[in-house]
């Protein structure tokens, strides 16, 4: 059974229309983190949560933005996506001070 | 400050084969642990195997070991006994504590082709 579950696996939006990707865990850990994932790139860290505290990476762009409303779930809100924002974008997380990571199937975005 | 560099994009190996897949990293960290992951088309990522930087013995599971070199700081992946459901990107990574978070850097990746 998948442990950390992403909605939804396949989002098309237009250029400027916000788009929100959620991602659930039921393993009760208390990181989670987001990455994008470019074509034939490797994954880039966006900014993680330790429980509610957030850390922005320092070069993630001012349009995407996160919440996490409970242990259980984190989003990712894009406001106004660009051509470049098209991507897969990974959710994972990991118990406190551990070393692995789990990470969920992705929602890979395209953008008209 | 992390790299980490996977320089070859692809790799192709016959079914039952060995193939060695190659990465080198370079991280300021004293303390780290050195990652492989293995992301099948549409799947998720998940852990192939890991080393932990102070130990000198190579890490081994099942049919996947790793050759690290930290003086050369390499990292490489040997896949023996290949099969079709090997086939997959793999990606190379290193990690580094920040609080609580555990920070993954990884490679470009090289996907992996099994032939029959």
């Known amino acids: 059974d998948a442990m950390v579950i992403q909605n939804p696996r396949y989002q098309v939006t237009q250029f400027g229309k916000p788009v929100t990707l959620s991602c659930s865990q039921t393993?009760?850990?208390?990181?989670m983190y987001w990455y994008q994932q470019k074509s034939s790139q490797a994954p880039k860290l966006l900014f993680h949560y330790y429980d509610k505290d957030f850390n922005n990476e320092a070069d993630t762009p001012d349009n995407f933005q996160s919440r996490r409303p409970n242990t259980s779930f984190c989003f990712l809100d894009i406001r106004s996506p660009g051509l470049g924002d098209a991507a897969m974008y990974l959710c994972?997380?990991?118990?406190?001070?551990?070393?692995?990571?789990?990470f969920g199937a992705g929602s890979r975005l395209t953008v008209l | 400050a992390q790299t980490v560099t996977q320089s070859q994009p692809e790799m192709s190996v016959q079914e039952a084969e060995t193939v060695t897949l190659s990465c080198t990293y370079d991280?300021?960290?004293?303390?780290?642990?050195l990652f492989w992951y293995k992301q099948p088309p549409s799947r998720q990522m998940i852990l192939v195997i890991r080393?932990?930087?102070?130990?000198?013995q190579n890490a081994t599971e099942n049919r996947f070991s790793v050759n690290f070199q930290k003086a050369a700081k390499s990292f490489s992946l040997k896949i023996s006994d290949s099969q079709l459901g090997d086939a997959a990107m793999y990606f190379c990574?290193?990690?580094?504590?920040?609080?609580?978070?555990?920070?993954?850097?990884f490679g470009g990746g090289t996907r992996l082709m099994v032939k029959p």
């Open positions: 994972a997380t990991q118990v406190s001070g551990a070393n692995v990571l789990t």
């Open positions: 990574a290193s990690n580094s504590f920040r609080g609580a978070g555990n920070m993954l850097t």
């Open positions: 080393q932990e930087a102070y130990k000198q």
């Open positions: 991280t300021s960290e004293s303390d780290y642990y």
């Open positions: 393993l009760n850990h208390n990181v």
